[in-house]
């Protein structure tokens, strides 16, 4: 017994692009440098030093005082929170049984992700490693008020 | 005699589990990572607002979860990195197996390595 399969006689065709691989590829893409990005700073901020007993405003201030840093970061957090809601899209889909609810999910997630990556981008560049009027023993070191 | 007929539950096993997995963790850290921007953007505000926020990320319950949030990470990037091989090497479905095993195996040395570090640290003076 055979099966007849029928010949599709037009290749799919489509007018609009194709986001879905475009969101596939990113996945791909952003995720390994996610590893590089997120593993070094596991190690630099939870094993090297003191780790977690070191964090605290002087020691974020001693980062981001270095513009390494701040692109490191900011890399980090873009790539982060797109790469995490762009998997949260997914699940959604799946489970998300209508139309208005995966919508809705949908639109919560992508408005949360961009707020985020605003405040973020925002906090780091506008971020004073040695604020005015802040008690000196709290600031870093290389502070004047120190 | 009648056959009593096996369970019906899905048995995926090595590929389904670390499909179940990957989702996990990944909520997880993503979840994670909303308060982590939040908590962050503290720095703006004051140093003694950040401080004392920080300050809850060395306590023993929060110190513990964190063991908990490396192990998840660690796992949902390497396992990440197991999932490009098998789309792009054309022996990944061959090894996806093996590369699970090898994605648990360096998960749970590096977390065992970092545990009496971290918890020396946390319930440490």
């Given amino acids: ?146 | 005699m009648a056959i009593k007929p096996a369970g019906t539950l899905y048995r995926g096993k090595v590929g389904m589990w670390s499909w179940v997995l990957h989702r996990i963790s990944g909520v997880g850290i993503f979840f994670f990572l909303l308060v982590h921007v939040l908590d962050t953007a503290l720095v703006r505000v004051s140093p003694e607002a950040y401080n004392i926020v920080i300050e809850s990320y060395k306590t023993p319950v929060v110190g513990l979860a964190e063991l908990g949030l490396v192990g998840a990470i660690l796992f949902h990037g390497l396992n990440g990195l197991r999932v490009i091989a098998i789309d792009f090497w054309s022996k990944g479905t061959k090894y996806q197996s093996a590369m699970f095993w090898v994605v648990i195996a360096v998960t749970v040395i590096a977390v065992a390595g970092f545990t009496p570090m971290h918890l020396a640290r946390v319930f440490g003076h």
């Fill in chain 1, 1 to 146: 017994m055979s099966v007849t399969i029928e010949v599709p006689n037009r290749p799919r065709t489509r007018k609009q692009a194709n986001w879905e691989k475009y969101g596939w590829l990113f996945m791909r893409v952003s995720g390994p440098l996610l590893i590089v990005l997120i593993f070094t700073h596991l190690v630099v901020n939870l094993v090297l030093g003191d780790g977690i007993k070191a964090i605290d405003f002087a020691f974020v201030a001693g980062k981001w005082a270095d513009p390494f840093w701040q692109v490191w970061d900011l890399a980090m957090l873009w790539l982060a929170l797109i790469h995490g809601t762009n998997g949260m899209r997914t699940i959604v889909n799946d489970y998300a049984g209508q139309v208005k609810v995966r919508r809705a999910l949908t639109t919560t997630l992508w408005a949360v992700c961009a707020l985020l990556i605003l405040l973020g981008t925002l906090v780091i560049f506008t971020f004073d490693p040695c604020p005015a009027g802040a008690s000196a023993e709290l600031l870093a070191s290389f502070c004047p008020a120190q």
